[in-house]
């Protein structure tokens, strides 16, 4: 099932456990706007070369849109749209004043040359700058795009509006950039699961895990991880798998990573299966990675307890349904992950004000959003007698119904 299915399916399925009446229901699935633009420039040898880049603007009921942009060559229109979809009900679950939106270029960034990306990334900002802002659509990195990609819309977004900082959000902290963007995702993962686990009369300390995706968020939350004292003994990325039953020492193979760009040849580890990471004996499995990764194949041989989606969409429903029969219990992306968002949207805070925050000051207010977040949801759930996908789901549906509904939806 594909992400838009999937996101569509546990829509309904909140929106029936909610009693929604069927026009708003319908209201709330159509996206506001939906952008396709050309985007052609020339390449380093002179040959002109022409790409379709996406914005799709789900809601903005709650605030002005948020939602990365994403440089990957399978940029479809159905996934963007999932994405931004997801997005409204993640930062209505996350508790921040935002709607949902995503984006991207279909392209291949690595085949690309640095000069070639900043002039894709400026006709792409060139094409959609009225249509993005800081009170009405604000993008942030995503796969493929980093703080750089952001320094480039923002510098061609002023062009034509003035200096404006929190258009984008992720960018260096030179221009206006937060303290601790950059481990924000990981960071709110670690805070996200050590609500779970207290729930559960647990800490990280002690217990073990696997890490699928060895980027951004999942070198972060090993890290993170590894210094609250769990062990994580299976790590994952496209270059290979590594794993040590005593536990990796994650600071050294994070520099290993840096120095040879593989996980192979780690000295503290053995190499695995990366398809292994997933089915590893572990207490808590946390997918960074790709969607999809966890269907009716490999659901059942899953040995985790605890299931936290760092990444989109991790899980298909099959396997949901597989994995909570053999009572895993799954901490749903739209929570898990939105650590990344959150911190996001603190950096717009500040740029708005014009006076930053330390970094331990983002760390507390993140620690305590995804604190209040996950007791909102777990609130849900003694309300709703469900399980804690739809208890998320439910209170991010709630959350932008109401809104909708008093801003007057019919006129």
Same mark, same amino acid.
């Given at each position: 099932?594909?992400?838009?299915?999937?996101?569509?399916? &546990?829509?309904?399925?909140?929106?029936?456990?909610?009693?929604?009446?069927?026009?708003?229901?319908?209201? =709330? @699935?159509?996206?506001?706007?939906?952008?396709?633009?050309?985007?052609?420039?020339?390449?380093?040898?002179?040959?002109?070369?022409?790409?379709?880049?996406?914005?799709?603007?789900?809601? &903005?009921?709650? %605030?002005?849109?948020?939602?990365?942009?994403?440089?990957?060559?399978?940029?479809?229109?159905?996934?963007?749209?999932?994405?931004?979809?997801?997005?409204?009900?993640?930062?209505?679950?996350?508790?921040?004043?935002?709607?949902?939106?995503?984006?991207?270029?279909?392209?291949?960034?690595?085949?690309?040359?640095?000069?070639e990306?900043?002039?894709?990334?400026?006709?792409f900002?060139?094409?959609?700058?009225?249509?993005?802002?800081?009170?009405?659509?604000?993008?942030?990195?995503?796969?493929?795009?980093?703080?750089?990609?952001?320094?480039?819309?923002?510098?061609?977004?002023?062009?034509?509006?003035?200096?404006?900082?929190?258009?984008?959000?992720?960018?260096?902290?030179?221009?206006?950039?937060?303290?601790?963007?950059?481990?924000?995702?990981?960071?709110?993962?670690?805070?996200?699961?050590?609500? @779970?686990?207290a729930?559960?009369?647990?800490?990280?300390?002690?217990?073990?895990?696997?890490?699928?995706?060895?980027?951004?968020v999942?070198?972060?939350?090993?890290?993170?991880?590894?210094?609250?004292?769990?062990?994580? #003994?299976?790590?994952s990325?496209?270059?290979?798998?590594?794993?040590?039953?005593?536990?990796?020492?994650?600071?050294?193979?994070?520099?290993?990573?840096?120095?040879?760009?593989?996980?192979?040849?780690?000295?503290?580890?053995?190499?695995?299966?990366?398809?292994?990471? =997933?089915?590893?004996?572990?207490?808590?499995?946390?997918?960074?990675?790709?969607?999809?990764?966890?269907n009716?194949?490999?659901?059942?041989?899953?040995?985790?307890?605890? #299931?936290?989606?760092?990444?989109?969409?991790?899980?298909?429903?099959?396997?949901?349904?597989?994995?909570?029969?053999?009572?895993?219990?799954? =901490?749903?992306?739209?929570?898990a &992950?939105?650590?990344?968002?959150t911190?996001?949207?603190?950096e717009?805070?500040?740029?708005?004000? %014009?006076?930053?925050?330390?970094?331990?000051?983002?760390?507390?207010?993140?620690?305590?959003?995804?604190?209040?977040?996950?007791?909102?949801?777990?609130?849900?759930?003694?309300?709703?007698?469900c399980?804690?996908?739809?208890?998320?789901?439910?209170?991010?549906?709630?959350?932008?119904?109401?809104?909708?509904?008093?801003?007057?939806?019919?006129?």
């Open positions: 099932m594909n992400a838009l299915a999937a996101t569509n399916r &546990n829509f309904r399925q909140a929106a029936r456990i909610l009693g929604l009446d069927s026009k708003i229901e319908r209201s =709330l @699935l159509i996206p506001f706007r939906e952008i396709k633009v050309e985007c052609t420039i020339p390449k380093d040898d002179g040959t002109l070369v022409s790409y379709v880049g996406f914005r799709v603007q789900h809601d &903005n009921a709650r %605030g002005p849109m948020k939602g990365g942009i994403r440089y990957h060559p399978e940029v479809d229109p159905d996934e963007v749209n999932a994405l931004a979809q997801l997005m409204t009900w993640k930062t209505a679950v996350a508790d921040i004043p935002y709607g949902g939106a995503k984006g991207g270029i279909g392209c291949t960034p690595k085949e690309l040359s640095t000069s990306l900043e002039r894709l990334t400026r006709v900002t060139q094409k959609i700058h009225d249509l993005i802002g800081v009170n009405t659509d604000v993008p942030a990195p995503d796969m493929g795009t980093n703080a750089q990609t952001m320094a480039w819309i923002l510098d061609e977004y002023s062009k034509f509006h003035g200096h404006s900082p929190a258009v984008v959000t992720g960018k260096p902290i030179d221009l206006g950039g937060s303290l601790g963007r950059e481990a924000a995702t990981g960071r709110g993962v670690v805070y996200a699961t050590e609500a @779970l686990l729930e559960h009369g647990k800490s990280i300390k002690g217990l073990t895990f696997a890490i699928q995706g060895f980027g951004n999942g070198s972060w939350a090993s890290r993170l991880i590894h210094e609250k004292g769990g062990k994580v #003994i299976a790590v990325d496209i270059t290979g798998a590594v794993k040590n039953l005593n536990g990796i020492d994650i600071p050294a193979l994070i520099q290993h990573k840096e120095s040879t760009g593989m996980l192979t040849d780690f000295g503290g580890a053995d190499s695995m299966d990366s398809n292994d990471v =997933l089915t590893h004996e572990c207490d808590v499995l946390i997918p960074c990675a790709l969607g999809g990764v966890l009716r194949e490999n659901a059942g041989d899953v040995k985790a307890k605890f #299931i936290i989606e760092a990444a989109n969409h991790p899980t298909d429903p099959d396997a949901d349904e597989i994995l909570s029969k053999k009572g895993v219990i799954i =901490l749903p992306d739209i929570y &992950n939105a650590g990344g968002v911190v996001s949207y603190f717009w805070v500040q740029n708005i004000q %014009g006076f930053m925050w330390e970094e331990e000051k983002v760390n507390r207010e993140l620690k305590r959003y995804m604190t209040k977040a996950f007791h909102n949801i777990k609130g849900m759930c003694q309300s709703h007698d399980n804690l996908r739809m208890g998320a789901f439910t209170l991010g549906v709630n959350s932008v119904a109401r809104a909708t509904l008093l801003r007057g939806w019919e006129a």
